[in-house]
T-cell receptor, first 115, second 117 residues
Framework: NAGVTQTPKFQVLKTGQSMTLQCAQDMNHEYMSWYRQDPGMGLRLIHY???????DQGEVPNGYNVSRSTTEDFPLRLLSAAPSQTSVYFCASSYDVASLSYEQYFGPGTRLTVT | AQKVTQAQTEISVVEKEDVTLDCVYE???????LFWYKQPPSGELVFLIRRNSFDEQNEISGRYSWNFQKSTSSFNFTITASQVVDSAVYFC??????????????FGSGTQLTVLP
């Protein structure tokens, strides 16, 4: 199993550009999520999904869109990049949808810089 | 709303010293789960332990041990005889389990542990 994969690993955008961060998992997990990590702030949840066709907002959803057309894929779209979105982005998946009682498996991260 | 506080931003110890990382949480749920993750300098997040709110037994895994105390809402992590390879950022996290609670994991801000040779 590849686990959770993310592409790209690094990305530089100009303000106003849009892009999609890709995330895929091969563990048949129903729960998937996107976090951003900023210095001194831990990881903050952007959006999450409890299954194909079902998504919901997390703590910091503004400026981001998600969709979940398949169990495997959960892309994160930046609509119009801003310098405040410079961050490291992690995708994660988990077996347990009902209670998140199981650990989340994290991808390797995408380091995004917006100039 | 759930909240996790890791008051120690940075800790520096000399190899072979014991070190304890503090984690204090807030939740209104009676059923919840606590986690510790490690983020080494390479950047990936590594799961260390999960504990549910009904199990207050302390756990030991090699040089790692965890102390869960509901009375003080704390879930502290101790590394015994620290090694340079333990240098990393350590995150404590919380998820709630009641019906209607958000399906999300709330992280603390992390503690940067540096173990000096």
């Amino acid at each position: 199993n590849a686990g959770v994969t993310q592409t790209p690993k690094f990305q530089v955008l100009k303000t106003g550009q849009s892009m999609t961060l890709q995330c895929a998992q091969d563990m048949n997990h129903e729960y998937m999520s996107w976090y951003r990590q900023d210095p001194g702030m831990g990881l903050r949840l952007i959006h999450y999904s409890v299954g194909a066709g079902i998504t919901d907002q997390g703590e910091v959803p503004n400026g981001y869109n998600v969709s979940r057309s398949t169990t495997e894929d959960f892309p994160l779209r930046l609509l119009s990049a801003a310098p405040s979105q410079t961050s490291v982005y992690f995708c994660a998946s988990s077996y347990d949808v009902a209670s998140l009682s199981y650990e989340q498996y994290f991808g390797p991260g995408t380091r995004l810089t917006v100039t | 709303a759930q909240k996790v506080t890791q008051a120690q931003t940075e800790i520096s110890v000399v190899e072979k010293e014991d070190v304890t990382l503090d984690c204090v949480y807030e939740t209104r749920d009676t059923t919840y789960y606590l986690f510790w993750y490690k983020q080494p300098p390479s950047g990936e997040l590594v799961f260390l332990i999960r504990r549910n709110s009904f199990d207050e037994q302390n756990e030991i895994s090699g040089r790692y041990s965890w102390n869960f105390q509901k009375s003080t809402s704390s879930f502290n992590f101790t590394i015994t005889a620290s090694q340079v390879v333990d240098s990393a950022v350590y995150f404590c996290a919380l998820s709630e389990s009641s019906a209607g609670s958000a399906r999300q994991l709330t992280f603390g801000s992390g503690t940067q542990l540096t173990v000096l040779p």
